[in-house]
Each structure stands twice: as structure tokens, then as C-alpha cells.
């Protein structure tokens, strides 16, 4: 049976950086991708622009006030829905955090092909999700930045092939500062993030390097490598 086009996509997570690289994508190749559902948190206005562009997209807001002033399904329930729609393909789960992870195990079951941009996903559940994808015999792609990379580079490679897997890191906005210098940072400084807003908890993560280690367990899971494989650089 061949491939169909276009490829019918949920976006969870529509108005975030990811989810808003997802729908540039989709605008370039009209011919190969469809929206048929968005998810935001709570940014009603953009979602609402965002399906005034896409307009056969079914919508949802995880934050339940946000979806009653908005007139629009809410909650984590809201989020499954999309997830499992009988008409979608993919989905893009880009949500913030461990929320994503009953939307994904839920579109998992359905046999859809699931791209993880969240890697709490993994971090709090890989031993749950990965068999359940082998069970469900659907894929897998993981579509940040570093993942996504490392994953372009097995195509065609076998576990057995793998030395080590390499992850690199910005230094956020401390690259190049000294320990003494390192000792005297300020919740301030870590939050000035030079390229990304990714709000708190991913910043602080991200100039500490404790999001490297997130990414390690991740990678741990979606390449079945030990964790003494993965190095950071």
C-alpha cells in the first residue's frame, strides 16, 4: 500500500517555536502535508489565527480556562482527542514538559507516527513508550534538534555500528565564562537565554547543562544505546 498524500498532521503545541516551525513547513509543501488539528496551552488568540489559515484543523487548549472563555474543547482529554483522530497520520507532540506524555502513548495506540519534539516523553516514560511502539507497530521520529540530527545519521546503520553518540551543547549564556565568573551567576543571567525564549524551567535547564542530561536518557531510549555511549560536548 502506498504512501498517500497530502500527509494529514496534528500539531500539539501549534504556537510554540517548534509547533511554529511545524506549520512553515507545512505551508512550503502544500502539496505533501495538511493540518487537520492544533493544541495550544492557553494562547487562544494565535490558535485562533492558526485555524483561520488552516481551516478544516480541529482545535484544543490544555488549559481549561483558557478553553471555556475560548468556546473550545479543554484538558488533557481535549488533547487525546486530536491524538487519536481516525483522519490524522502524524502528530507532532511540542508541548511543554511531561504533558505531552498521555497524548503520545494515546496516539501510539491508534498507529499513528508520532514526532517528539517533548523529550520529557521519554525522560519520564521511555520504558512504557518504546515497547508500546514496537507493540503498536508504528514509528517513532524525533524531531529536535540534536536528536533529529543524530537520527538522520543511523538511517541505514545498525545498533552494532554505534561507538558513541555525540550531543552537543550551546553554553547557553555562559559559554566561555570562568569558574570564578561561573560562581557569581544570578537567576537573571540564567534566564538570558542569547537565542531562545523557552521559558523558565527549560532555560535554567539549558544554562546549567541539566538539559543535556535529559537528552541523554532520551537518547538512551530512542537509539538503544547505553548511556556510557552518549558524550556531550
Not at 65 to 88: K, Q, T, Y
Not at 207 to 223: P, Q, S
Request: charged residues 20%; contains cysteine.
Amino acid at each position: 500500500m502506498g504512501t498517500h498524500y497530502p500527509r494529514r498532521v496534528v500539531i500539539l503545541g501549534s504556537t510554540g517555536s517548534i509547533g511554529r516551525q511545524t506549520l512553515d513547513v507545512i505551508r512550503s509543501h502544500p502539496d505533501r502535508f495538511q493540518v487537520v488539528g492544533l493544541a495550544a496551552n492557553r494562547n487562544a488568540d494565535e490558535l485562533l489565527a492558526q485555524a483561520h489559515e488552516f481551516r478544516f484543523a480541529k482545535l484544543a487548549l490544555f488549559d481549561q480556562s483558557a478553553a471555556a472563555a475560548a468556546h473550545l474543547p479543554g484538558g488533557i482529554e481535549a488533547l487525546c482527542d486530536l491524538a487519536v483522530m481516525e483522519e490524522a497520520d502524524f502528530v507532532v507532540v511540542s508541548v511543554a514538559g511531561v504533558i505531552g506524555l498521555v497524548p503520545t502513548l494515546a496516539a501510539i495506540k491508534a498507529g499513528k507516527h508520532v514526532a517528539l519534539a517533548s523529550k520529557e516523553v521519554l525522560v519520564a516514560a521511555g520504558e512504557v513508550v518504546m515497547p508500546l511502539l514496537r507493540q503498536a507497530g508504528t514509528l517513532m521520529t524525533p524531531i529536535d534538534s540534536e536528536h533529529s540530527a543524530v537520527f538522520q545519521c543511523l538511517q541505514g546503520a545498525h545498533l552494532d555500528d554505534i561507538d558513541e553518540v555525540i550531543l552537543t551543547a550551546s553554553g547557553g549564556p555562559f559559554r566561555g565564562w570562568t569558574s570564578s565568573q561561573l560562581a557569581e551567576v544570578t537567576v537573571a543571567q540564567a534566564l538570558n537565554h542569547p537565542t531562545w525564549a523557552m521559558g523558565g524551567k527549560i532555560t535554567i535547564d539549558s544554562a546549567t547543562l541539566m538539559n543535556k542530561g535529559l537528552e541523554l536518557i532520551e537518547a538512551k531510549w530512542l537509539f538503544g544505546v547505553e548511556p556510557s555511549q552518549v558524550k556531550m560536548v
